[in-house]
Structure formats: structure tokens, C-alpha cells
């Protein structure tokens, strides 16, 4: 079992910045993938960045790109999402996901966390 909290979001004016942590606990949470994923009201839940358990190769979804970087310190078990230049259309609960092999866009992670809120004001 892995365990998952995040922190970190509020309420910003566009082109504001944002740091969301993702604090991980249990079994081994360094030997996973991680990722966030949002959900904006009435949307499906989205894929966003993920990064490896080794912390090298990222990804990321085309409209945070240049944006948004996901990085990971797993001596600390925490993975990050440092969000530039927010955008109302950012607008979303947040949330925290870890997978065993490897990073994925589909939503088949094995682990979420509980989310956090961003809002993004114009």
C-alpha cells in the first residue's frame, strides 16, 4: 500500500504560479511512477505529468507544456508540480497518482491521494 497526500493549492490570478507537493508513505512509494492528473467540473479527470521512479524522462500533457515541470526527490518521497503562467482554464482539483510500471496517460495508476484545489482567477 502506498498513501498519498497533497498540498499546496489555492486561489491565483492568471499568470500566477503554484507549487503542489504530493507527500508519499508505505511500501517502496520511490520504486513508483508518478503522476497528476486534474478534474475541472463536469470533465473527465485528465492526465497532466508524469515522471519514472528513477526521476529522469518526463511527460506532459500538450497544454501545460512550458509550463509546468514535474519533478521528484525521493529521499524525501515527494513528488512536485511547479505550475507558470496559470491560466483560468487551469482551473481543477489535482491530484496525485503512483503507479508500479512505469508512467502511463490512461488513468490505470494503482495509487491516488485525495486531491488538492487550484483555482485560477481571470
Known amino acids: 500500500q502506498v498513501q498519498l497526500v497533497e498540498s499546496g493549492g489555492g486561489l491565483v490570478q492568471a499568470g500566477g504560479s503554484l507549487r503542489l507537493s504530493c507527500a508519499a508513505s508505505?511500501?517502496?512509494?520511490?520504486?513508483?511512477?508518478m503522476a497528476w492528473f486534474r478534474q475541472a467540473p463536469g470533465k473527465e479527470r485528465e492526465f497532466v505529468a508524469g515522471?519514472?521512479?528513477?526521476?529522469?524522462?518526463?511527460y506532459y500533457t500538450d497544454s501545460v507544456k512550458g509550463r509546468f515541470t514535474i519533478s521528484r526527490d525521493n529521499a524525501v518521497n515527494t513528488v512536485y508540480l511547479q505550475m507558470s503562467s496559470l491560466k483560468p482554464e487551469d482551473t481543477a482539483v489535482y491530484y496525485c497518482?503512483?503507479?508500479?510500471?512505469?508512467?502511463?496517460?490512461?488513468?490505470?495508476?494503482?495509487?491516488w491521494g485525495q486531491g488538492t484545489q487550484v483555482t485560477v482567477s481571470s
Open positions: 497518482a503512483a503507479r508500479l510500471y512505469g508512467v502511463t496517460q490512461s488513468r490505470s495508476y494503482d495509487y
Open positions: 508505505g511500501r517502496t512509494p520511490s520504486s513508483y511512477a
Open positions: 515522471v519514472p521512479w528513477t526521476g529522469g524522462s518526463t
